[in-house]
């Protein structure tokens, strides 16, 4: 097949899908944005009530919070079923990590929500899955490598030396690394880093085969998206697009769409631009084609813009996953919101109107007026404390336009049409918390009433969620083909490593929907009530501790905890207990503690009596105690005077041995002093006897001075006498013939000698 038959082909697959342009789903599209932005309808009359109902944006805004519960409170809406006993652990890891994916790696508020809002208001919600590598750049420091490292870093394709600096050897020649200079470098390293990107996508753009039936698009013959983007968009995709490249013109979708779409001048036309910023049509096409011309029909991807083919390459994925509110029979376009209540909310639309119209004109009443008689200007004043010039009698020439009162009866049928409504969508008012006459109403009924109208809703929830997992199918694929190595991340509040290239192809899932507070509340009854029956049935062996912890996991994330681990520990990875004691040994710890029981009140009562005893000794105790203390007393009188004489006498010896200390001092020094003396005097002789002047002279001297060293040395060499007064105090030291004076201070004690 050549380009140009392939384009023509293409041509003729678009002119048999639904979507494009012009016609009946884009007109009713258009149409439901109008009716949920409240628009007139175009029927308004001048002075009168243009008041539009909101039904389409109350409905649609009331189940989106239900799609959102279930998507993001923690549960898995997903799960891949085990392809045996020995696949459970990677299917949970799978579905775990792709939930992951779709719910955390990407912007899940905003995906789910526009997801649902497309889809229930222009009756189908397209996402688009793909794989996108950025580069994740980051500058790192290295100081101190040596050659070697240097070199593993030289050598790594990710790492771009930005600054290199060598440092001289420290220590040249000794050492492992002596003689060896080191490096200082900042290097940048750029890796790929790459993820499943999910994005929503206009139902507009969406071009779909009239051939296709049900929500389910890998089967279909032919899909295309097309939308606009600038050529630098296109070139950042990868393809290499000529600055004079033409779409031909085409568009992809109606200007009713546009207008609808375009509240606040967004037009997208106001900024084409030119150059790198020239926005054209890339259409990305998925079609069923015979391309090898073997008579098999093959999947295959196309992207063009115009006549101009980008991409033409074989795949087995069509990347886009649809949801819808109610689904048609054998039909892709399904039944949104707005083909349930658009009838409603045109009756309520006039019923408004004219219960508003008849409350104006019961507050401002008109009049019939004579004009021959009565003042039209002071008639036509409207101010508080008119006045209304007539001539004659007032009540014949003004007479007042009574206006019959039918509010009430408009809301009568304001409120019929509500209960229409709910009736057609399930949304009841019990539901959304605004029904004044809820108190009156018993519990049983206004849960029958709830249960009834929460049907409706969970059939639309199941249908939303069967899109899901579609979308985890895709994510899953998109992974498993493009995933380059293991990735570590957090999975239900642990740290877990998943390498997807280690994955197998699924084609099982299971999709859980859990809707409403008062399905939750039920469930806990009931999984309340599963506990109780395994608690009877453990004894009997057939419950176990595990189906315990499960059913315990499961209360906690119905109740919205996502870490069930936190107050449930599984007996599986948890430490065994302790083994119970059998039934002889209860009675023998029994039995031992009854024997204690009665061994501690024996000793309590012999406790009490010893207590009984021991107060009986210590009274008797305390008696002989005050006696001794009386003797004690006087005995120490006595001993306080002894004792205070044994210490004078104590002193008096202490000041006795420092004064003998003192003195033996004092002799050394003598001693030294005479030595010394006797010294410069032999020097002296010595001196004398040299100059052969004075012999005779020194002869005659020396003697008198040897007989005071005599005395001196008899002096300080005499045993010490101590002189008492007569009460027998010391009052001084004799040695030889020298007495020398005790000196006593201000009370009384010896201080010294004079």
């Known amino acids: 097949m050549t380009d140009s038959e392939l384009i023509a082909t293409l041509k003729t697959l678009e002119s048999e899908s639904l979507g494009w342009s012009s016609g009946e789903l884009q007109r009713v599209r258009a149409y439901a944005i109008q009716r949920y932005n409240a628009e007139p309808y175009g029927n308004e009359v001048e002075g009168r009530s243009g008041v539009v109902s909101t039904d389409l944006r109350d409905t649609v805004e009331w189940i989106v919070p239900q799609w959102l519960k279930i998507c993001l409170s923690g549960k898995k809406v997903c799960e891949f079923e085990p392809m045996g006993p020995e696949d459970e652990e990677s299917a949970a890891i799978e579905s775990d990590y792709i939930n992951h994916m779709i719910l955390q790696k990407n912007d899940a508020l905003t995906l789910l929500s526009t997801w649902a809002r497309d889809a229930l208001m222009s009756k189908n919600g397209y996402v688009k899955a793909y794989w996108e590598e950025r580069d994740d750049v980051r500058t790192e420091s290295h100081k101190g490598l040596t050659e070697d490292g240097l070199m593993v870093l030289q050598n790594d394709p990710e790492v771009e030396i930005i600054e290199l600096?060598?440092?001289?050897?420290?220590?040249?020649?000794?050492?492992?690394?002596?003689?060896?200079?080191?490096?200082?470098?900042?290097?940048?390293?750029?890796?790929?880093?790459?993820?499943?990107?999910?994005?929503?996508?206009?139902?507009?753009?969406?071009?779909?085969?009239?051939?296709?039936?049900?929500?389910?698009?890998?089967?279909?013959?032919?899909?295309?998206?097309?939308?606009?983007?600038?050529?630098?968009?296109?070139?950042?995709?990868g393809y290499e697009v000529e600055d004079d490249v033409t779409d031909d013109g085409e568009a992809s979708q109606s200007d009713e769409i546009l207008n609808a779409r375009d509240r606040y001048d967004e037009d997208e036309d106001a900024i084409l631009g030119s150059g790198a910023n020239r926005q054209v049509h890339l259409t990305e096409e998925y079609a069923r084609l015979d391309w090898d011309d073997d008579g098999i029909a093959e999947l295959r991807r196309i992207c063009r813009i115009g006549t101009t083919i980008l991409a033409n390459e074989e795949t087995d994925l069509v990347p886009l996953a649809c949801i819808t509110p109610i689904v048609f029979p054998h039909r892709h376009v399904g039944v949104g919101v707005d083909d349930l209540v658009d009838q409603q909310a045109q009756v309520k639309t006039v019923l408004m109107r004219q219960a508003l119209d008849n409350l104006y004109l019961s507050n401002n009443v008109g009049h019939a007026a004579d004009i021959d008689r009565v003042n039209i200007d002071d008639l036509l004043s409207s101010r508080p404390g008119r006045v209304v010039r007539t001539r004659g009698n007032p009540g014949d020439a003004v007479v007042p336009l009574v206006t019959p009162p039918m509010f009430a009866e408009a809301m009568a049928g304001i409120q019929w049409v509500d209960a229409w409504r709910e009736n057609a969508t399930g949304v009841s008012s019990y539901y959304q918390g605004m029904n004044a006459d809820a108190l009156n109403k018993t519990a049983q009924g206004i849960n029958q009433i709830m249960s009834a109208s929460q049907q409706r809703i969970e059939a639309m929830m199941r249908s939303f969620a069967n899109g899901f997992r579609d979308l985890c199918y895709i994510v899953h694929a998109l992974t498993l083909k493009n995933a380059t190595g293991p990735e570590k991340l957090r999975l239900n509040n642990k740290w877990a490593t998943v390498d997807p290239r280690e994955w197998t192809k699924r084609t099982s899932l299971v999709v859980t929907v859990g809707l409403g507070t008062g399905s939750k509340d039920i469930r806990?009854?009931?999984?309340?009530?599963?506990?109780?029956?395994?608690?009877?049935?453990?004894?009997?062996?057939?419950?176990?501790?595990?189906?315990?912890?499960?059913?315990?996991?499961?209360?906690?994330?119905?109740?919205?905890?996502?870490?069930?681990?936190?107050?449930?520990?599984?007996?599986?990875?948890?430490?065994?207990?302790?083994?119970?004691p059998n039934p002889d040994q209860i009675k023998a710890q029994t039995a031992i503690q009854l024997k204690q029981m009665d061994l501690q009140a024996d000793a309590q009562k012999f406790q009490a009596q010893t207590q009984l005893e021991l107060a009986k000794i210590n009274a008797q105790a305390e008696a002989k105690m005050r006696e001794q203390r009386a003797m004690l007393e006087v005995q120490a009188a006595n001993d306080q005077r002894d004792a205070q004489r044994e210490m004078l006498q104590a002193q008096m010896q202490a000041r006795l041995d420092a004064i003998e200390s003192e003195r033996d001092a004092e002799i050394e020094r003598l001693k030294l002093a005479v030595d010394k003396y006797q010294a410069d005097l032999d020097a002296q002789v010595k001196l004398t006897i040299a100059g052969q002047q004075q012999a005779e002279q020194a002869s005659m001297d020396v003697g008198p001075i040897k007989d005071t060293l005599a005395q001196l040395m008899d002096q300080v060499s005499s045993p010490a006498e101590i002189i008492r007064d007569q009460a027998g105090r010391a009052v001084g030291v004799k040695r030889g013939n020298n007495i020398r004076r005790v000196l006593r201070g201000p009370d009384g004690k010896a201080t010294g000698v004079a």
Not at 213 to 228: A, F, P, S, W
């Open 165 to 237: 600096s060598q440092n001289p050897a420290e220590m040249p020649g000794e050492g492992p690394w002596g003689g060896m200079a080191t490096y200082d470098l900042r290097v940048r390293r750029k890796r790929k880093v790459g993820k499943v990107v999910c994005a929503n996508i206009p139902p507009e753009e969406i071009a779909i085969h009239k051939s296709t039936r049900g929500m389910d698009l890998q089967e279909c013959v032919y899909i295309c998206h097309r939308t606009k983007k600038t050529l630098s968009e296109i070139r950042m995709m």
């Open 524 to 580: 806990v009854q009931q999984l309340g009530m599963v506990w109780q029956m395994q608690m009877a049935a453990l004894p009997t062996g057939i419950a176990r501790p595990e189906n315990l912890y499960e059913t315990g996991r499961q209360v906690v994330e119905e109740l919205g905890y996502r870490n069930s681990d936190a107050y449930f520990t599984n007996p599986q990875t948890a430490q065994p207990m302790p083994p119970q």
